[in-house]
């Protein structure tokens, strides 16, 4: 992400973690000079956000996913953004994750709003750091799986699909999506 664009995003992400948040003590947010991963250099940071960020702000892809980061309804719902999320009908597509938004945000809000797509997906990637860090280090198709590489898995496949996803050979076979984008984020921090 342009260093221009983090103030904006930092601040919102800010002020969404205060609307979502039942805890606010030791919820602060980090300055902006600072990649919002502990040990993680902010140009790292901005590598694995341009990776991830896979389309126009304002898309709705297969599956119900929205926006630049493509998060569907159960991942919106684990990190505060939604609730009930549930597998629907979404337009003509059957099987589509929908759900409702929170109070004060809505699917154009979300669409409209490169900052809080921002926000929401440090969010996420905030909650799932600690939980697949017990698998860096860990060997996939001859690869070591890196953090960065393990987050873009969790991303696509869910939390509990990174460990499936780095255990079974059949499971990667399955799903060619969920191994192109660990290919393109693995190794950056």
Do not use: C
């Not at 502990?38 to 940071?45: K, M």
């Not at 987050?151 to 780095?166: D, T």
């Amino acid at each position: 992400m342009h260093p221009i664009l983090v103030v904006p995003a930092a601040l919102l992400g800010f002020l969404f973690g205060k609307l979502t948040s039942k805890k606010t003590t030791g919820d602060r947010r980090r300055a902006t000079s600072r990649s919002p991963l502990d040990d993680v250099t902010l140009g790292a940071w901005e590598a694995f956000v341009s990776r991830m960020a896979v389309a126009p702000k304002g898309h709705i892809g297969r599956r119900g996913k929205l926006g630049a980061f493509q998060m569907d309804a159960r991942r919106l719902a684990d990190v505060g953004a939604m609730k009930a999320a549930r597998k629907g009908r979404r337009g003509e597509e059957e099987g589509a994750w929908i759900g409702e938004w929170m109070k004060g945000l809505t699917e154009d809000s979300f669409l409209g709003s490169m900052p809080l797509q921002y926000a929401v997906f440090v969010r996420s990637m905030r909650a799932m750091a600690p939980k697949v860090s017990k698998l860096v280090g860990t060997e996939v198709d001859g690869k070591v799986a890196s953090l960065s590489g393990l987050l873009g898995v969790g991303h696509v496949a869910g939390e509990r699909g990174v460990g499936s996803f780095v255990s079974g050979p059949a499971v990667r076979e399955r799903f060619p999506a969920t191994v192109e984008t660990f290919r393109r984020t693995n190794e950056i921090f």
